[in-house]
């Protein structure tokens, strides 16, 4: 089982509808979550962070956070083209002392006009 | 101010030759890690630096990937003996620490590597 799971997509929506991303993970752990958007060719960006059980919101976009079912999610609403790219997620992992973020492999978004 | 910078932006090298890939972090940002992304992939995680050491080498693929981290600061990831399958996105991010709310992670423009 991987440890941060993803639909790869594509994920089509169109214009002005609600996109929602999902996301899992596996270690029961972790206590930071995050999502980033990376369009073709660029580097990731960082976009919402979450930490506790609910909803964030910013902007268009919530993140989701429901640790008992290990589930994240983005919802972006009144999408537009330009949010048209490949959404990944991230969780923190802990090794005994350590901690790095996992990253999914993330879901393609196509928003048609 | 100034965000994460990595250097060369491309590189082209011949099958069998070393690479030396350079990341400077946003100033005062104490956790440094390195990922791969091989075209239409996910990130791969190599190594990430909390100060200077390395508390987590668990990604880097083989024994011709290292590391290392001076000052606190820049990085520099060295592949000797490149092979054809090295070709990749090789990106760097820097968080202020490796600890829950400061984990957020910024991006360099990354280092795209081709072995020929």
């Known amino acids: 089982q991987k440890e941060v799971e993803q639909n790869s997509g594509p994920l089509s929506v169109p214009e002005g509808a609600i996109a929602s991303l999902n996301c899992t993970y596996s270690?029961?752990?972790?206590?930071?979550f995050f999502w980033y958007r990376q369009y073709s060719g660029k580097s990731p960006e960082l976009i919402m962070s979450?930490?506790?059980?609910g909803d964030k919101e910013d902007g268009r976009f919530t993140a989701q956070l429901n640790k008992a079912s290990q589930y994240v999610s983005l919802l972006i609403r009144d999408s537009q083209p330009s949010d048209s790219a490949t959404y990944l997620c991230?969780?923190?992992?802990?090794?005994?002392?350590?901690?790095?973020?996992?990253f999914g492999s993330g879901t393609r978004l196509s928003i048609r006009p | 101010g100034a965000g994460v910078s990595q250097s060369p932006s491309n590189k082209v090298t011949e099958k069998g030759k070393d690479v030396e890939l350079r990341c400077d972090p946003i100033?005062?940002?104490?956790?440094l890690y390195w990922y791969r992304q091989s075209l239409g992939q996910g990130l791969e995680f190599l190594i990430y630096?909390?100060?200077?050491?390395?508390?987590?080498k668990s990604g880097l693929p083989s024994d011709r990937f290292s590391a290392e981290r001076t000052g606190g600061s820049v990085s520099t990831l060295t592949i000797q003996r490149t092979q054809q399958e090295d070709s990749a996105v090789y990106l760097c991010?820097?968080?202020?620490?490796?600890?829950?709310?400061?984990?957020?992670?910024?991006f360099g423009p990354g280092t795209r590597l081709t072995v020929t």
């Open positions: 991010a820097s968080s202020r620490t490796s600890l829950g709310t400061t984990q957020k992670q910024y």
């Open positions: 270690d029961r752990g972790s206590q930071s």
């Open positions: 979450i930490y506790s059980n």
């Open positions: 991230a969780v923190n992992s802990r090794y005994s002392s350590a901690s790095k973020i996992i």
């Open positions: 100033s005062g940002h104490t956790a």
């Open positions: 630096f909390q100060g200077n050491s390395a508390p987590d």
